[in-house]
């Protein structure tokens, strides 16, 4: 029989850098889950994504067991790193601070399909243009669909 759910948590934790400490820690604790537990495996799963921001969802059953889902990077941090860039525009619609490729936009779209509501590529990459243009990222070149 399925263990009964108590509860769901979401944290952006670094891969490979999970520590008792905020957020982790008192997220966690609050609800009865066993910190180092959750640390230890978590960072032998994104051993190989160091240092990158994952989204986690944290199943919390009712008897203090719990599992989790690493999701991929969000799309504003992969378009920070494309377009080499610290942080978005302040004024998106007036300043630009950077720009990406649709070449860029094409590979985030890529990584990013399993945890996008879009069943295209196509679709998947405006919704990454989408992102980049609330954050003052200007997209260069044609879009591949305006062929």
Do not use: H, Y
């Amino acid at each position: 029989m399925a263990k009964e759910i108590e509860t769901f948590i979401k944290l952006q934790v670094r891969g490979g850098q999970a520590n008792p400490a905020p957020p982790v820690g008192p997220a966690l604790g609050a609800k009865g889950v066993n910190i180092m537990e959750f640390c230890k495996r978590f960072n032998a799963e994104t051993q190989e994504k160091m240092g990158q921001i994952l989204p986690v969802t944290i199943t919390v059953f009712k008897d203090k067991s719990f599992s989790f889902i690493i999701k991929t990077s969000p799309a504003a941090v992969q378009l920070l790193l494309a377009a080499k860039l610290k942080s978005g525009s302040a004024e998106s619609n007036r300043n630009k601070v950077g720009s990406v490729t649709w070449d860029q936009v094409k590979t985030i779209a890529e990584s990013k399909m399993v945890d996008l509501n879009c069943f295209t590529i196509e679709s998947g990459m405006k919704m990454i243009a989408g992102t980049a243009r609330s954050m003052g990222i200007k997209v260069v070149g044609v879009a591949p669909w305006a062929n």
